[in-house]
């Protein structure tokens, strides 16, 4: 994708330089240093960031590189770019724009100009800063099941169903409605399906 995007805003007149996605653990001092031979003022960062590791990678490259960034995302409505911003982030596009709106916003940034009013960036802070509080009231709540409890709740998320994790435990499907009501009072949810999204939420990765 690196190559394609460079090649496309070259036709648009962009000295464009592909880095490549940074590897895990690298250093801010890393960071800064393989970005330092491109001159660059502007960096564009294309991909899905729908993991956790990917867009903690992202945050990284964001907060140790002191360019203009420009998110292309798959979803910029989630309020995690929200964070993004915060650590420096000029601004987020979706991944269906094409390349006249992104040759635009690149416009915009090299010459200065902003993307992103000042309370369009202090919204998108505060959504973010109040997913982050409901992601740890969630985790809590995961913390209060028990092991077998946590299991089921596993099960759950990959569609097993209640007969079947009946088998699978080997007890009887009593005991797993038992138990299924159990997680759900302690998630405070009042369905199976409301139970699977905290786990997709806290335990299961990408929302």
Same mark, same amino acid.
Request: glycine share 8%; proline share 5%; aromatic share 4%.
């Given at each position: 994708?690196?190559?394609?995007?460079? #090649?496309?805003?070259?036709?648009?007149?962009?000295?464009?330089?592909? &880095?490549?996605?940074?590897?895990?653990?690298?250093? !801010?001092?890393?960071?800064?240093?393989?970005?330092?031979?491109?001159?660059?003022?502007?960096?564009?960062?294309?991909?899905?960031?729908?993991?956790?590791?990917?867009?903690?990678?992202?945050?990284?490259?964001?907060?140790?590189?002191?360019?203009?960034? &420009?998110?292309? #995302?798959?979803?910029?409505?989630?309020?995690?770019?929200?964070?993004?911003?915060?650590?420096?982030?000029?601004?987020?596009?979706?991944?269906?724009?094409?390349?006249?709106?992104?040759?635009?916003?690149?416009?915009?940034?090299?010459?200065?100009?902003? &993307?992103?009013?000042?309370?369009?960036?202090?919204?998108?802070?505060?959504?973010?800063?109040?997913?982050?509080?409901?992601?740890?009231?969630?985790?809590?709540?995961?913390?209060?099941?028990?092991?077998?409890? +946590?299991?089921?709740? !596993? &099960?759950?998320?990959?569609?097993?169903? #209640?007969?079947?994790?009946?088998?699978?435990?080997?007890?009887?499907? +009593?005991?797993?409605?038992?138990?299924?009501?159990?997680?759900?009072?302690?998630?405070?949810?009042?369905?199976?399906?409301?139970?699977?999204?905290?786990?997709?939420?806290?335990?299961?990765?990408?929302?």
């Amino acid at each position: 994708m690196g190559d394609t995007v460079r #090649v496309a805003l070259a036709s648009r007149g962009f000295e464009a330089v592909d &880095l490549g996605w940074p590897p895990p653990h690298r250093s !801010a001092e890393d960071h800064r240093r393989r970005v330092a031979p491109a001159r660059a003022r502007v960096g564009i960062i294309f991909g899905d960031l729908t993991s956790t590791r990917h867009r903690a990678e992202a945050r990284a490259v964001v907060e140790a590189v002191p360019l203009r960034w &420009l998110l292309v #995302v798959k979803d910029p409505t989630d309020p995690v770019w929200g964070g993004m911003v915060e650590a420096g982030a000029a601004g987020v596009l979706p991944d269906s724009v094409g390349l006249d709106d992104v040759s635009l916003a690149l416009t915009m940034l090299l010459a200065g100009e902003e &993307l992103l009013s000042p309370a369009r960036r202090r919204r998108m802070v505060q959504d973010w800063s109040e997913s982050q509080r409901t992601d740890a009231h969630l985790a809590g709540l995961v913390a209060r099941l028990t092991t077998r409890e +946590q299991e089921i709740l !596993a &099960l759950l998320y990959q569609g097993v169903t #209640v007969a079947g994790i009946a088998r699978r435990t080997g007890v009887t499907e +009593q005991t797993v409605r038992s138990q299924v009501k159990a997680v759900l009072r302690k998630l405070e949810v009042n369905s199976q399906l409301a139970a699977v999204a905290v786990y997709r939420r806290v335990l299961g990765g990408p929302r």
